[in-house]
């Protein structure tokens, strides 16, 4: 049997505006037993300097996207031009190169304070579309990579059957790489979705579809069901440049958003990721459905995608459940993505304050944990899984910050690299900025995208 262990934070944030000083959290079996703020640090607690978190969560990652960083911007281009850079990458993968890729990736997430990660999985088959012995394969090697890097994953099974939406409304078919993604039916998708088998508890299933470019109207109903049925949660991109939202228009005559609330696909359990160019009547729509958003700031403002209207969707007394995703990794840190939904609403509105440092750390912990399907997660309390961040105050980014303050002073000003130590399900994963498991993370790293570049 485990024995309890004590852990005393000099600072923690329990979900409120300001950190609470002295907290002693027991730990058992994984768990948060108890929490308990004010305490002078007892002799047998281990001492956590500094400001401790809530694990993070990754809402939004396409892991084989990380071998692009720093290879797509010659000539400038635009994302459809990125999108051709992207589909070479994918015609090179195997399910062995694809777990070494995706373990270093999911392992520098962990050295940013990821716990869990959404990963949006859409390169399902070999080249020109041919299964593997096990049709599952490349998924199988995403669970078993996150596992390596210890860290949690919802496996987001994608739904990819067109090639997007042609002049005449009408969904091309799938060519070249795209051959990898699709399963020919939504039939013949479920049918592969409902094999997958994890054989672990740090892996949970979802579904997505894709983007209304990539699944017919006809089969957007059945996807929908297919979560509803499982209880699943059901992400999907949505409005992420104009053009998607000027093709839905011309072929429906309707928006993205009103396409899915008319499949039935935007429940509670929805995330829509970016949504970055919705309409009014869009931003009424997912309130009213209880859908939440997921947004990529990095990966938005690197595209050139455009500015969400992230004001508009918290305000009011029922705010739009947020959650941060570092989606194509042009930067793997979650504190930047967090202080970016801020920073770029304040562009957008030429006014302060909209999200405060609270507010963006229930993003990046409890709603991107919820999101995923992890509702015991994300949180200090007791009875939720041991998922901790530690970030001291004594590095140059941080040196003078007002203790008292400290969420604001990591949400706005920390990096990744302040990091120092982070718990998954009461497991230390990093230790001093070291992983635990792959103590040369950028070694790793190296390799991997040499051997597939």
Not at 93 to 103: G, K, Q, V
Not at 374 to 388: C, E, F, I, M, Q
Not at 404 to 427: E, I, K, N, Y
Request: glycine share 10%; hydrophobic share 40%.
């Amino acid at each position: 049997m485990n024995r309890p262990r004590r852990l005393w934070c000099e600072w923690a944030w329990l979900g409120g505006r300001v950190p609470e000083h002295g907290v002693l959290l027991t730990v058992e079996s994984g768990r948060l037993m108890s929490v308990t703020s004010g305490v002078e640090r007892p002799a047998d607690a281990e001492h956590l300097t500094g400001l401790t978190l809530p694990g993070l969560a990754n809402a939004h990652s396409h892991a084989f996207h990380r071998a692009l960083r720093g290879r797509t911007h010659a000539d400038g281009g635009s994302f459809w031009t990125w999108r051709e850079v992207m589909y070479r990458v994918a015609e090179r993968l195997d399910p062995d190169s694809y777990h070494r890729l995706a373990r270093a990736t999911f392992a520098e997430m962990a050295l940013a304070g990821v716990v869990c990660v959404g990963e949006f999985h859409y390169l399902h088959h070999g080249p020109g579309g041919r299964r593997y012995a096990d049709p599952n394969a490349m998924g199988h090697a995403l669970v078993a990579a996150a596992a390596d890097a210890g860290v949690r994953i919802t496996l987001l099974d994608v739904c990819y059957l067109a090639g997007g939406l042609g002049e005449d409304g009408r969904h091309l078919p799938l060519v070249g790489p795209q051959l990898r993604f699709g399963d020919g039916t939504v039939e013949a998708w479920g049918e592969r979705v409902a094999d997958l088998d994890f054989g672990g508890d740090h892996a949970r299933s979802g579904v997505a579809a894709h983007s209304v470019r990539a699944v017919p109207v006809r089969d957007l109903p059945e996807v929908a069901r297919f979560a509803t049925g499982g209880g699943l949660p059901l992400h999907v991109h949505v409005s992420e440049q104009p053009a998607e939202n000027a093709a839905c228009l011309a072929a429906h005559g309707l928006t993205p958003t009103r396409l899915l609330a008319e499949a039935g696909a935007l429940t509670e359990r929805t995330t829509l990721v970016h949504a970055t160019h919705l309409t009014d009547d869009d931003v009424a729509t997912v309130r009213e459905h209880g859908s939440a958003v997921c947004l990529c700031p990095t990966t938005e403002r690197d595209l050139a995608d455009g500015l969400p209207r992230t004001g508009d969707l918290v305000a009011g007394p029922h705010p739009v459940p947020l959650s941060l995703g570092s989606d194509q990794h042009a930067q793997t840190d979650l504190f930047e993505e967090a202080r970016a939904v801020e920073l770029h609403e304040r562009l957008r509105t030429h006014r302060r304050g909209t999200l405060d440092a609270g507010a963006l750390l229930r993003a990046a912990t409890v709603d991107g944990h919820s999101g995923l399907g992890w509702d015991d997660a994300g949180t200090l309390a007791p009875g939720s899984r041991a998922d901790l961040v530690n970030v001291p105050l004594d590095g140059v980014r941080l040196a003078g910050a007002d203790p008292a303050r400290a969420t604001d002073a990591v949400v706005f000003a920390a990096t990744a690299t302040d990091v120092r130590h982070v718990m998954v399900d009461g497991a230390w994963t990093v230790r001093d900025g070291v992983h635990t498991r792959l103590p040369d993370t950028a070694r790793e790293l190296d390799s991997a995208i040499k051997e597939l570049l």
